[in-house]
């Protein structure tokens, strides 16, 4: 079950300010409307009574927005084909995902096209390590098969290299059909996975203020199927958004709460999420910044909105511009992560391998991130003070001027008693130039490389294994690939 | 004026946590004490009534303590030779001073050992960056300068090269004595000095529970002078203290405690730091660990105990254990940085140019911190919700599905409406790699190089500087150098 983080939330609004944002969001979607590009959509809400111009163009009531979005659970469970790795979406829990949508690789000093190769390998590292509670969707694009049928591919992939819930194509709303129907496959049929969600959606919004038709497909067909959709404006400031944060995150509400309230429209009750992608552009170089304490403040804010509605809500990541896997890609991420943890977010996605602005998954970064997420969750736990851990009587054993390195207290807890990096080093200089001197970046291509060689597949039934393959080929047929 | 932090702080101790805490110093003090190792400071606890046993140990009172304890301002100016530069110490405000202690530098791939040279670079660097409020002290060890007046050089240096307040020698009393001699000549005499401290003295413990009396010395010639301390518990669990969080935490504070009620038997109302460096040995390697989950949890928990005493206190800074400037110093200082502004840190050690575990002190590194605390700055900094924040024109200008990029809301805010990097690229890849493909650490020493080309030196009276030479060049012939 995915971890809970029983920490405090960082709260930083006001009810002043809280009282200030719901006037934004109610203007804009009221006064401005939303976009949707999808007939289908469009008929949702005017069947319910909410103002349509034009084709496209939906002027809402927010209470009605509002009514809409009450049906949605507070919290869900997301199942995994291995029952131990089902999620637990809402409340205190956070489960974290690998990166997701890059269109290249970087393994040390190598960037390139990545490949289903590549593809599989970070979904198997994504097994591996306990602290990710599922692969994603996307890990990387495989960019040499073919592109109508890559979905196939990829969600294949996702379910027999793993045993963790993954996410479903949403490219369209036949390749989310897809999805579904493999997910039927693995998880035993629609009612099973009706009774409880399987796979999980990312439905970007085409900020500012419009719902292409491609993903509003997509997420039609996983709503319809109980399936989690995650509702995502797009927000760049600057770009997709006023350079204001205040002003982004009304937008974001408007946005967020309109697809919301679509899928509650399509099945009352459906599992969904609030989203936020929520950074800054660069007004120097015009690229998209991340990590940045725009950023941060959006997030801790979403946070805290999300919560008000009652809403399972997804953010953060180990986000950052870099290059290269440099001082920057760790500072950048971990001023993400950290706010994260803080937020209490519920999905994250982007745990682990994110670089170069999203343009790339990484190898070595992934295990940067991994190093980054154990750390937060044994952070993240509230420590216990009672009289054993007060120790008192280390103290008397050890005295004044003394050392505690060898008292009988330490030597029964020293293998347990403080967190055990996976990649940071504490050696000393002699000691790490004999040993190469390899920075953190070479000794997490080291990690990552073993981690590879000792990876076990996890088993599957081989029917339902040939069944699901049965299917690959036969659509990628039908699709002409 | 130095920096408010103005955010939530970041609490995660319970009343309950708080008592039980309560209780253990009480019993440290009482039960076991704490040991003095300079006869004047005994003398001082046993004309109080406390009681002594044997020549240094003093067992405590804990009434006694918080009698003494509440004598300490809760508050306090320190003043620069530059009014512009004086800093508040105490509430809600954040002092960051640079690296101090380490005995080697790193320059690049080159380390070794730190010269006068390293140490007036890195004073120009601290006087340079307006985000670092004081050099600190020993910002590295002038090793090519004879130890016995090397601290004469020391303060020379931090006062003419920086016109920002400064910490003195505290290897002995006398050296004590000769900071503040040189202290009084720049700021025109003792009751200028008495009236508002001018230099501040890092008392570390000797922990566990005893005080050694060089430090001792410097403590009593500070505080006679009233001249602020902070009083440090240097805690590296499972060395220092026991591998426990809680124990750690109540040894803290009876150590902490016990030497501030010090200051105040030798003069009521001194200025004073409740000071703590807490983090954890490597049970592995045997090496002390930085920016871990458990320091970042001790820094929590300091910042609420401190405020429970009514006591400014000093804690966090750009700590961590790593070789090199690589992801690992990155993400380790921000580990330990962001929970430094969580908890709002009136006095911020080590906040540039820590490397290593403190062995160096790293010219690039440095410029690493300066980007950090120039991003948190920012970052935690109340937002302003408020209707011109809606931006609601802009919205209303780009409508669904535009671009914010030329939109006149943007056109007349984008200068300045976001935090813009030091040393953070955004760069896409191509122009990246055309610019050379240099990563954060390889900009940082441009950015270093660069800022001391530029750097120029703070005016001072020509008379004034000639007493201070004056003073250094006799009392170094006084100790034989």
Known sequence: ?????????????????????????RRIVSELGVEFLLPEAVEYFRAAGQTVEGENLVKFDPEFILEQVAKAPREFDLQARNPAHTVHVGGDHMAFASVYGCPFVRVGDERRDATMDDFENLVRLSQAFPELDSPGG????????PLDSRHLDMVYALQTLSDKPYMGSVTSGPNAA????????????????ERTPAVMGLINVNSPLRFDDRMLGALVEYTKANQPVIVTPFLLMGAMSPVSIPATLVQQMAEALAGIALTQLIRPGAPVVFGSFLSNTDM????PSFGTPESAIGLLCTGQIARSFGLPFRSGGALNASQTVDAQAAYEALMTMLPTFLAGTNWVMHSAGWLEGGLVSCYEKFIVDIELLR????????????????????????????HFLGA???LERFRECFYRPLLSSTENFDRWTRNG????????????????EHY????????VRAQLEEYVIRRRAELGD
Chains 1, 2 share one sequence.
């Open 408 to 410: 009988m207290h330490t």
């Open 138 to 145: 996307t890990i990387c694009e495989p960019n040499d098969r």
């Open 437 to 452: 001197g390899l920075d953190a970046t070479a000794r997490a291509a080291n990690v990552w490389r073993e981690t590879l």
């Open 375 to 402: 750390m937060l969750k044994y952070e993240f736990t509230p420590l216990e003070i009672d009289e054993e851990s007060l120790a008192f009587g280390a103290h008397e054993e050890v005295g004044a001027g003394g």
């Open 178 to 193: 897809d999805t579904i129907a493999m997910t039927e496959i693995l998880f035993g049929g629609r009612e099973a996975i």
């Open 1 to 25: 079950m995915s971890y809970v983080n029983s920490m405090p939330r960082y709260e930083i609004l006001s009810e002043d300010a809280m009282a200030t944002l719901d006037k934004g969001w």
């Open 456 to 463: 076990e597949r996890p088993e599957i039934d081989e029917g």
């Open 284 to 287: 120097q170089s015009g690229s």
